[in-house]
Nanobody
Framework: QVQLVESGGGLVQAGGSLRLSCAASGRTFSSYSMGWFRQAPGKEREFVTAISWSGTITHYTDSVKGRFTISRDNAKNTVYLQMNSLKPEDTAVYYC?????????????????WGQGTQVTVSS
């Protein structure tokens, strides 16, 4: 069992930055590939980015490439999402998720554990 707790969300102006964190419980964190998803009001949950168990492989959806960076610290059981040059269309609840698949998992249905989400609001 893995429990995930996100933090770091908030309100930011367009062009600003935020860093999300996702702290995981359990001693097997390093065996999970991790991902970030987001869900805007009235829209389906969408894939944002994922990282492999070792952190050496990453994948991003096109709309965030060059602006967002995913990383992980297995010693701290934490995955991060650095978000720069934020746009109003990035406004959503952001969720982290853990998968026993991999090394990179894109489909939400292939993730085994989810956090409760953290709100990110970008004002124009």
């Amino acid at each position: 069992q893995v429990q995930l707790v996100e933090s770091g969300g908030g309100l930011v102006q367009a062009g600003g930055s935020l860093r999300l964190s996702c702290a995981a419980s359990g001693r097997t964190f390093s065996s999970y590939s991790m991902g970030w998803f987001r869900q805007a009001p009235g829209k389906e949950r969408e894939f944002v980015t994922a990282i492999s168990w070792s952190g050496t492989i990453t994948h991003y959806t096109d709309s965030v490439k060059g602006r967002f960076t995913i990383s992980r610290d297995n010693a701290k059981n934490t995955v991060y999402l650095q978000m720069n040059s934020l746009k109003p269309e990035d406004t959503a609840v952001y969720y982290c998720a853990a998968s026993q698949g991999g090394p990179i998992v894109v489909l939400a249905t292939e993730y085994d554990y989810w956090g409760q989400g953290t709100q990110v609001t970008v004002s124009s």
